[in-house]
């Protein structure tokens, strides 16, 4: 008996504690290569787009965001029908954001931006964006992936956030 008590207090330590939350994914892109000035992608472009489901369809995304441009969509949409998701239309940054934040705890999802968005989502999750995108990424580069790390950690008011910046598909600058 007087080994019970140790035993049981080193066994319902890890009960006592209080869990963390579960970690939140955002993958964030800027559109594929563009065809042009037009709201098209290029080949180039759609080969991205081939690209971007082969790199993240083994991350079983949950929910893709997009804006309501062609170029934009067409960039989701392979991966959308490799995971058998729709694309969920957003306008504003810190709307879809805050909707992520609320209804995608735990999750991976998918936004698909603009170069002139892409540092304000990833600020808008509380992130420093990288130094090469802020203000703005260079209307030439494509091939940026940005996986952002929410996590609500006890005790704290705010949300931990960590970017990891990637890249995919053909280089560009």
Known sequence: ???????LTIFCLPLTTECQEPVTKIFIIRHADR????????????????????????????????????????????????MGLPIKIYSDVPTIINQVIAKCKGKRVLIVAHSDTVDDLIRQCGCNPP????????STQF?????????????????????????????TN
């Open 1 to 7: 008996m007087k080994y019970f008590l140790p035993l």
């Open 35 to 82: 065809d042009g000035q037009a709201d098209d992608l290029s080949a180039p472009g759609n080969i991205r787009a081939t690209e971007l489901k082969r790199v993240l369809s083994p991350a079983k995304i949950d929910s893709i965001y997009s804006t309501n441009f062609t170029r934009t969509k067409k960039t989701a949409k392979p991966l959308a029908i490799q």
């Open 143 to 171: 091939d940026n992936l940005f996986m952002v790390l929410l996590q609500k950690i006890p005790g704290q008011l705010n949300l931990k956030c960590e970017t990891i910046h990637m890249k995919y598909g053909a280089i």
């Open 131 to 138: 130094p090469s995108i802020d203000p703005n990424m260079p």
